[in-house]
């Protein structure tokens, strides 16, 4: 029942944030832009200092909102479970990792890996993930989606690289579930920018809900 409340808070968000920073405190400065903009679901990969802790402290901050926290670039399983322990409540992969998916099946957590052909979305889908990634996005296209639900019709994609406010209506009308977006979101907090932070993100959840009333 978890897991299924946790994809259904996910795809009811629509769009997931990508949260990369060179430091815990630029990170949650971020994030804390990021939902200030509407958005709702939030990857916390593991390239920032101390995500485990970055992690707990978000899970904290959130706890009764409608806000959740996933972990990204979650390569191995150590990472996985220590991810699971901080209070992750999804795990994002750049590919498919069996083990990884096994842990998240153990602690019924939502497990999303990144995949680009047929034979690893079977794949994922034999190991439980309701959710796949369809990674890098932009070197797929939209209409990727379509031909993985001629062989997989139940399959469920957020398709991630390459995704912008501007062609989330795509993404949408091709059947995605939700999108995953980094630096077409996050990009400003680089000039330490947070306000453009939030305006990208209230323009990438306008592109959402317009495309969901479609």
């Known amino acids: 029942m978890q897991r299924t409340n946790i994809i259904n808070k996910l795809v009811n968000s629509g769009v997931v944030s990508v949260v990369r920073a060179e430091s815990p405190?630029?990170?949650?400065?971020?994030?804390?832009?990021?939902?200030?903009?509407?958005?709702?679901?939030i990857e916390l990969t593991y390239s920032v200092p101390k995500a485990n802790d970055v992690i707990s402290d978000l899970v904290h901050k959130y706890t009764g909102t409608d806000v959740i926290?996933?972990?990204?670039?979650?390569?191995?399983p150590p990472s996985a479970r220590l991810a699971l322990i901080s209070g992750a409540q999804f795990i994002v992969s750049p590919?498919?990792?069996?083990?990884?998916?096994?842990?998240?099946?153990?602690?019924?957590?939502?497990?999303?890996?990144?995949v680009l052909t047929p034979r690893e979305?079977?794949?994922a889908l034999k190991y439980g993930s309701e959710i796949i990634k369809l990674f890098p996005g932009?070197?797929?296209?939209?209409?990727?989606?379509?031909?993985l639900k001629?062989?997989?019709?139940?399959?469920?994609?957020?398709?991630?690289?390459?995704v912008s406010a501007s062609n989330v209506k795509d993404w949408f009308k091709?059947?995605?579930?939700?999108?995953?977006?980094?630096?077409?979101?996050?990009?400003?907090?680089?000039?330490?920018?947070?306000?453009?932070?939030?305006?990208?993100?209230?323009?990438?959840?306008?592109?959402?809900?317009?495309?969901?009333?479609k």
Do not use: W
């Open 138 to 147: 932009d070197i797929a296209g939209p209409s990727m989606i379509k031909d």
């Open 174 to 213: 091709a059947g995605a579930v939700a999108v995953s977006a980094g630096g077409g979101v996050t990009g400003p907090a680089s000039q330490n920018d947070y306000i453009s932070v939030t305006e990208n993100a209230e323009k990438f959840m306008g592109a959402f809900h317009s495309a969901r009333c």
């Open 25 to 41: 405190e630029k990170a949650l400065k971020i994030v804390e832009a990021v939902v200030a903009g509407g958005i709702k679901a």
């Open 121 to 123: 979305a079977g794949e």
């Open 69 to 76: 926290i996933g972990a990204g670039t979650v390569l191995d």
């Open 150 to 162: 001629g062989p997989f019709p139940y399959i469920n994609v957020m398709p991630s690289g390459g």
């Open 95 to 114: 590919s498919f990792d069996k083990e990884v998916a096994k842990i998240c099946n153990l602690y019924q957590i939502p497990y999303i890996p990144g």
